[in-house]
T-cell receptor, first 113, second 111 residues
């Protein structure tokens, strides 16, 4: 158990809908990272927050957004969902930022029908 | 293209044998990390090696880093069926892009 929690574990929804994925980092970790893992794209970095502020952006679509709250938990919002958004979404946390070991949550499996 | 790329894409060995996976990357790095992922589950950190280190050990794992060749290798000795998983290298470049994961090596250890 990494200490990172993600909810929900599974999510099934329809195209065009909007969903919110939630992540609680390990106690004391200030950075949260979001990743998308699909069969054809591998593990893709989406975005990083550090102590409430956006720190780095990767291959995140404009339909996706994220935020980190004062209690350091984070949410990833996915809107206007498409079939291709079906994937595993992982959250990871680390104590600080660049270069730290990242601790991964169990992931949320999103299925868009 | 990926910053880190593992080779081979898939590897199948017998229990007790050693498994070697390689990772190549393109830019200068601060550190390189190896992670393991069991099917459909979260990634588990295995080992971190910094750019000024050449070799590191952790239990049955041995990681080497050759910054001149921009490559790293992960050796798992005396493999077990429980080592069956995908293994990823991730690089922390010293500029620009954040952590970048390679596509992974899928290791199957047969009993």
């Amino acid at each position: 158990d990494s200490g990172v929690t993600q909810t929900p574990k599974h999510l099934i929804t329809a195209t065009g809908q909007r969903v919110t994925l939630r992540c609680s980092p390990r106690s004391g970790d200030l950075s949260v990272y979001w990743y998308q893992q699909s069969l054809d794209q591998g593990l893709q970095f989406l975005i990083q927050y550090y102590n409430g502020e956006e720190r780095a952006k990767g291959n995140i679509l404009e339909r996706f957004s994220a935020q980190q709250f004062p209690d350091l938990h984070s949410e990833l919002n996915l809107s206007s969902l498409e079939l291709g958004d079906s994937a595993l979404y992982f959250c990871a946390s680390s104590p600080r930022t660049r270069g730290d070991t990242q601790y991964f949550g169990p992931g949320t499996r999103l299925t868009v029908l | 293209s990926q910053q880190g790329e593992e080779d081979p894409q898939a590897l199948s060995i017998q229990e007790g044998e050693n498994a070697t996976m390689n990772c190549s990357y393109k830019t200068s790095i601060n550190n390189l990390q190896w992670y393991r992922q069991n099917s459909g589950r979260g990634l588990v950190h295995l080992i971190l090696i910094r750019s000024n280190e050449r070799e590191k050990h952790s239990g049955r794992l041995r990681v080497t880093l050759d910054t001149s060749k921009k490559s790293s290798s992960l050796l798992i000795t005396a493999s077990r069926a429980a080592d069956t998983a995908s293994y990823f290298c991730a690089t922390d470049a010293d500029y620009g892009q954040n952590f970048v994961f390679g596509p992974g090596t899928r290791l199957s250890v047969l009993p």
